[in-house]
Nanobody, 122 residues
């Protein structure tokens, strides 16, 4: 199973970005999917998460500005970042709790995508 993230970049304060993360491999199903971020010299923090049933969580610092969504048919999670602030600058990582086939057995594991850099600067 692999998670491929994309969509980061450089944007001015107040701007928007959309991050995408697609899971691929011998996937049986995906439970929760989420986005974390890690700024320089800070711990990785959960930004937003969404369950297979559509329940969502947002960190207080992004509530009302970021929107998480997922496409279950394509095993993809999205994060729309609006009203970006310089303090949103960080490497953003996607995460998924995946049930998958391995050697004929059903396994479950947390997978991470490669980070995608979001930089908010004028």
């Amino acid at each position: 199973v692999q998670l491929q993230a994309s969509g980061g970049g450089l944007v001015q304060p107040g701007g928007s970005l959309r991050l995408s993360c697609a899971a691929s491999g011998s996937i049986f199903g995906i439970n929760s999917m989420g986005w974390y971020r890690q700024a320089p010299e800070k711990q990785r923090e959960l930004v937003a998460a969404i369950t297979s049933g559509g329940s969502m969580y947002y960190a207080g610092s992004v509530k009302g500005r970021f929107t998480i969504s997922r496409d279950n048919a394509n095993n993809t999670v999205y994060l729309k970042l609006n009203s970006l602030k310089p303090e949103d600058t960080a490497v953003h990582y996607c995460n998924a709790d995946v049930a998958y086939w391995s050697g004929g057995y059903l396994q479950q594991h947390d997978f991470w995508g490669q980070g995608t850099q979001v930089t908010v600067s004028s």
